[in-house]
């Protein structure tokens, strides 16, 4: 499995619980040539430290204001259970401007790198009668929270303050 196998795996290497490793013979060489041992799944071992990555964060998104969507991607595997769509808003510069925080926007995403709101209509008529936010890409921004989504470890996003807004 390499990292990204294991971050999408739902509650696999999420903490010292949950941390194992088996592998088979020859998995891993020495600087001499010899060859690790097979550890077989039944007697896997148990990490004897854990250490959380970094914080996830917004990398991108995109907004279709005719679709009423936002797909946003982020750094680490997002848990859609922990999303609390009130806690993100989008305005019309990246210092503030005109702002617009969601309401009853939902996602039917599964835990991932990405996801996807679907804008409710009360949410997307709400944007649309702000004359000029998020009209085109220099009129749209988004600022979150903390408590917007967690990780699948638990960790909060990094919040994107209002003054500051991507």
Do not use: C, H
């Given at each position: 499995?390499?990292?990204?196998?294991?971050?999408?795996?739902?509650?696999?290497?999420?903490?010292?619980?949950?941390?194992?490793?088996?592998?088979?013979?020859?998995?891993?060489?020495?600087?001499?040539?010899?060859?690790?041992?097979?550890?077989?799944?039944?007697?896997?071992?148990?990490?004897?430290?854990?250490?959380?990555?970094?914080?996830?964060?917004?990398?991108?998104?995109?907004?279709?204001?005719?679709?009423?969507?936002?797909?946003?991607?982020?750094?680490?595997?997002?848990?859609?259970?922990?999303?609390?769509?009130?806690?993100?808003?989008l305005q019309s510069t990246?210092?503030?401007?005109?702002?617009?925080?969601?309401?009853?926007?939902?996602?039917?995403?599964?835990?991932?790198?990405?996801?996807?709101?679907?804008?409710?209509?009360?949410?997307?008529?709400?944007?649309?009668?702000?004359?000029?936010?998020?009209?085109?890409?220099?009129t749209t921004f988004i600022?979150?929270?903390?408590?917007?989504?967690?990780?699948?470890?638990?960790?909060?996003?990094?919040?994107?303050?209002?003054?500051?807004a991507q």
């Open positions: 499995m390499d990292l990204q196998s294991i971050k999408l795996s739902n509650g696999l290497a999420t903490g010292l619980a949950t941390s194992w490793i088996s592998m088979k013979a020859g998995a891993i060489y020495d600087m001499v040539g010899n060859g690790v041992a097979e550890t077989a799944n039944t007697s896997a071992l148990k990490a004897q430290s854990y250490t959380q990555s970094a914080l996830p964060q917004l990398n991108t998104f995109a907004f279709d204001r005719n679709g009423g969507l936002v797909t946003m991607n982020f750094s680490g595997v997002v848990n859609v259970a922990s999303l609390a769509v009130a806690q993100l808003s990246s210092s503030g401007g005109l702002k617009y925080t969601l309401q009853s926007s939902t996602s039917s995403s599964s835990n991932g790198f990405s996801i996807s709101l679907r804008l409710s209509s009360q949410d997307l008529n709400a944007i649309k009668k702000i004359r000029g936010l998020a009209t085109s890409i220099n600022s979150l929270t903390a408590q917007f989504i967690a990780d699948v470890s638990g960790s909060a996003v990094l919040a994107i303050v209002p003054t500051v």
